[in-house]
Nanobody
Framework: QVQVVESGGGLVQPGGSLRLSCAAS????????MAWYRQAVGQQRDLVAS???????RYADSVQGRFTISRDNAGNTVYLQMNSLKPEDTGDYYC????????????????WGQGTQVTVSS
């Protein structure tokens, strides 16, 4: 079992920056992709950025060029550097951990953190 804990959210003015962190602990050997999702009030939870165990990154069009996802060498912590923040970036940010298949190709359910709130407002 893996525990996922996010941190780093807060209130920031438009144009400002924040850095989110997500730490996975426990049985982390089989972690593959780590990702950040955002959920605004009344909206669905959407992918913001992801990074694979091999370092391949993906970004939502809305954050391309402003956000950077990175991962530590141990592969258990993922960061989201958010620059040039806009009011529309406001929401709860969740970290998701996906795993490599288990024995005999079994699918291991993803793990989610509890979320950290980001508010971009003047």
């Amino acid at each position: 079992q893996v525990q996922v804990v996010e941190s780093g959210g807060g209130l920031v003015q438009p144009g400002g920056s924040l850095r989110l962190s997500c730490a996975a602990s426990g049985s982390t050997r089989s972690i593959n992709v780590m990702a950040w999702y955002r959920q605004a009030v009344g909206q669905q939870r959407d992918l913001v950025a992801s990074i694979s165990s091999g370092g391949i990154t993906r970004y939502a069009d809305s954050v391309q060029g402003r956000f950077t996802i990175s991962r530590d060498n141990a592969g258990n912590t993922v960061y989201l550097q958010m620059n040039s923040l806009k009011p529309e970036d406001t929401g709860d940010y969740y970290c998701k951990v996906d795993y490599f298949p288990g024995p005999w190709g079994t699918t291991i359910p993803a793990s989610w953190g509890q979320g950290t709130q980001v508010t971009v407002s003047s």
